[in-house]
């Protein structure tokens, strides 16, 4: 058996195509009057190394002259950038990657405002978030602190913001903690 914890030795034929596919898209789009093509991209670090193997492959097999580039700048830059805020929205990029979708705000301000276009989010990847907690020891009564992801949506939206919750006790009955206990975000 794997250890679940354990990265798979393959991405997955789909996880491996779809920067591929997007990629070929980009590039049959561009002009070809120029004897380079360029397609520039920045946003979120998490699939930055696979990013720059896809486009180091790309550009390897690639009958066309192209240069593809990813800045690993974050989510937010990579959206502001995409959508060209502070640069009559005209974008930076060709392509922006994040761990979010954009907000229907800036979605419109790209499809509809000055210099608009079209523009679509792809899935393209998923990665793990991980949560700690400050919970002590001794006051887990001896038992892991169970957390689900309707719980920690609704502790990170603020719903739930004390760890002597019904809903956290319900899931932690050994949890023993002080009346009114914040919990920190």
Not at 10 to 28: D, E, Q, R, Y
Not at 41 to 66: C, H, Q, Y
Not at 91 to 117: C, E, H, K, L, W
Request: proline share 6%; net charge neutral; charged share 15%.
């Amino acid at each position: 058996d794997r250890n679940p914890r354990q990265q798979p030795e393959k991405w997955s034929t789909m996880t491996k195509l779809t920067p591929v596919v997007i990629l070929i898209a980009l590039v049959s789009s561009v002009a070809y009057a120029h004897t380079i093509v360029e397609i520039h991209g920045a946003g979120t670090t998490n699939p930055s190394k696979f990013f720059w193997k896809v486009m180091d492959l790309f550009e390897e097999e690639a009958r066309a002259d192209i240069r593809l580039t990813y800045r690993a700048v974050g989510s937010s830059t990579g959206q502001f950038e995409f959508a060209g805020v502070g640069n009559n929205n005209i974008s930076f990029n060709d392509f922006g990657a994040g761990d979010i979708p954009m907000t229907q705000q800036r979605y419109n301000q790209v499809t509809q405002g000055v210099n608009a276009r079209k523009m679509v989010h792809v899935p393209f990847a998923v990665g793990a978030i991980g949560i700690f907690h400050s919970v002590p020891a001794a006051d887990l009564g001896g038992s892991p602190l169970d957390l689900n992801a309707c719980l920690l949506a609704r502790i990170f939206l603020r719903n739930i913001t004390t760890w002597d919750d019904p809903a956290i006790i319900s899931l932690n009955p050994t949890l023993n903690v002080p009346a009114n206990t914040n919990i920190r975000v």
